[in-house]
Antibody, heavy 117, light 112 residues
Framework: EVQLVESGGGLAQPGGSLRLSCAAS????????MSWVRQAPGKGLECVAK????????YYVDSVKGRFTISRDNAKNSLYLQMNNLGAEDTAVYYC??????????WGRGTLVTVSS | DVVMTQSPLSLPVTLGQPASISCRSS???????????LTWFQQRPGQSPRRLIY???NRDSGVPDRFSGSGSGTDFTLKISRVEAEDVGVYYC?????????FGQGTKVEIK
């Protein structure tokens, strides 16, 4: 069974940092593109970043470029999102998702990031 | 970025009746590889999104056959042939052809 479990969310101050993790199991992690998607409270969905199987290609939405870094450790079956210089607009539930057939097939339960002073 | 526009945004439906959601994109979703990466998701209250349909019309494993997807180019539709109580939630279309992937605003399906 495919499982994606996010962790690392919490309360951060404006300008602060957080590092999200996603533990993957039930599939060959190194064979799939992976993404982070966020959903602000009561709002819609936004693709934040995605990373190729071997980590050689990374893509970011413009609003997080230069502040967020996606990475992965295939030996640990883990996906990460380093978030720096956080602002109120980054408050959201962050989901880890596995790609297949050109879209996001499996999603984790998400981890809530709240940016507030 | 590609803008995805869904309609309606709210859809009250009688149990057992059909429902249809439209999704339009601001540019063609046909990829250079010939595929059209249009996906439909269901998000039940308090849950993560669940993929229902990928590449316009392919139903995911375990998705009831009352759900179907169709369309091409910039115009797509999700149909539920007979709405059941468990179908209540918000439905999103998403394009994965162009980065960043973008979602529609969501259509809230509720029972009348």
């Amino acid at each position: 069974e495919v499982q994606l479990v996010e962790s690392g969310g919490g309360l951060a101050q404006p300008g602060g940092s957080l590092r999200l993790s996603c533990a993957a199991s039930g599939f060959t992690f190194s064979s799939y593109w992976m993404s982070w998607v966020r959903q602000a409270p009561g709002k819609g969905l936004e693709c934040v970043a995605k990373i190729k199987q071997d980590g050689s290609d990374k893509y970011y939405v413009d609003s997080v470029k230069g502040r967020f870094t996606i990475s992965r450790d295939n030996a640990k079956n883990s996906l990460y999102l380093q978030m720096n210089n956080l602002g109120a607009e980054d408050t959201a539930v962050y989901y880890c998702a596995r790609h297949s057939w050109g879209s996001l097939e499996y999603w984790g339960r998400g981890t809530l990031v709240t940016v507030s002073s | 970025d590609v803008v995805m526009t869904q309609s309606p945004l709210s859809l009250p439906v009688t149990l057992g009746q059909p429902a249809s959601i439209s999704c339009r994109s601001s540019q063609s979703l046909v990829h250079n590889d010939g595929n059209t990466y249009l996906t439909w998701f269901q998000q039940r209250p308090g849950q993560s999104p669940r993929r229902l349909i990928y590449k316009v019309s392919n139903r995911d494993s375990g998705v009831p056959d009352r759900f179907s997807g169709s369309g091409s180019g910039t115009d797509f539709t999700l149909k539920i042939s007979r709405v059941e109580a468990e179908d209540v939630g918000v439905y999103y279309c998403m394009q994965g052809t162009h980065w960043p992937g973008t979602f529609g605003q969501g259509t809230k399906v509720e029972i009348k």
